[in-house]
């Protein structure tokens, strides 16, 4: 079917149409997405609001030969997700207090030794125990599952989120192409084992059970490793989000 056809049929059919014959694409996006977040969200919601997602992205569509609806609709169903999560974010503050504390120590022991920080000199440098340490990491990757956002206490409103490139003004897309660089640059530094895993989370988009069979680790250990490599980029973009 040609992107003109198909934007037609889009335009064209109810609200009712459209949400049956892409139900099952929001309930698979919403699936997959609770895969990799706490058991608190509630797979209903996700899809509730994928389903509201649906509907604008078929007020927004704009055929075109590189992109069907299914593709575009994806994106909005899985941002409206996204953003509906991000708003009820459930951590408390005291999380990303320790959070913050974590990245400290790790600037700090990687500035003394000019290497990767390990995890215990990190939980050293602290004054806790491995233990404590690898439930920082935990919280941190249960946190900010969505992005490398940095909220909380003085930090609220602060984002590290890479948009559109498309949006904004000229100066406002030169700085974003800016964080988008220092983003890659930022995993490819990473500890090999680290960015395995970050590539496995988000460009393969397996959930921590799956990764944890990769690597050949439990998935409570995936969760911590997945902490560790976010606060490790948080460390080292700090100056992208505005931070002293």
């Avoid at 509630?42 to 992109?67: C, K, S």
């Avoid at 994806?74 to 951590?91: F, Q």
Wanted: hydrophobic share 40%; with cysteine.
């Amino acid at each position: 079917m040609s992107a003109s056809a198909e934007y037609l049929r889009v335009q064209q059919g109810s609200a009712n149409d459209l949400l049956r014959e892409h139900a099952g694409l929001v309930r698979k996006i919403a699936w997959h997405l609770k895969g990799r977040l706490p058991a608190s969200v509630d797979l209903n919601d996700l899809i509730q609001v994928g389903m509201i997602g649906l509907l604008e992205a078929a007020r927004n569509y704009v055929p075109t030969r590189e992109v069907q609806f299914e593709a575009f609709a994806a994106i909005r169903i899985r941002g409206a997700m996204l953003d509906e999560l991000r708003r009820t974010d459930w951590t408390p503050r005291s999380v990303y207090k320790r959070l913050r504390e974590a990245m400290e120590a790790m600037r700090a022991v990687e500035a003394d030794t000019g290497r990767q920080a390990t995890e215990a000199e990190v939980a050293k440098r602290m004054g806790i125990t491995a233990a404590e340490y690898g439930q920082i990491m935990s919280d941190a990757s249960r946190s900010r599952v969505l992005s490398l956002d940095e909220e909380g206490d003085d930090d609220e409103g602060k984002r590290f989120d890479v948009g559109d490139d498309h949006a904004g003004t000229p100066a406002t897309r030169l700085e974003e192409q800016g964080r988008r660089v220092a983003l890659v640059e930022a995993i490819g530094a990473l500890p090999e084992r680290e960015q395995l895993l970050m590539s496995l989370y988000y460009d393969e988009e397996l959930n921590l059970k799956e990764i944890g069979a990769v690597l050949g680790v439990t998935e409570s250990r995936v969760c911590q490793l997945h902490g560790q490599a976010l606060t490790r980029l948080r460390a080292r973009l700090r100056d992208w989000r505005g931070m002293a």
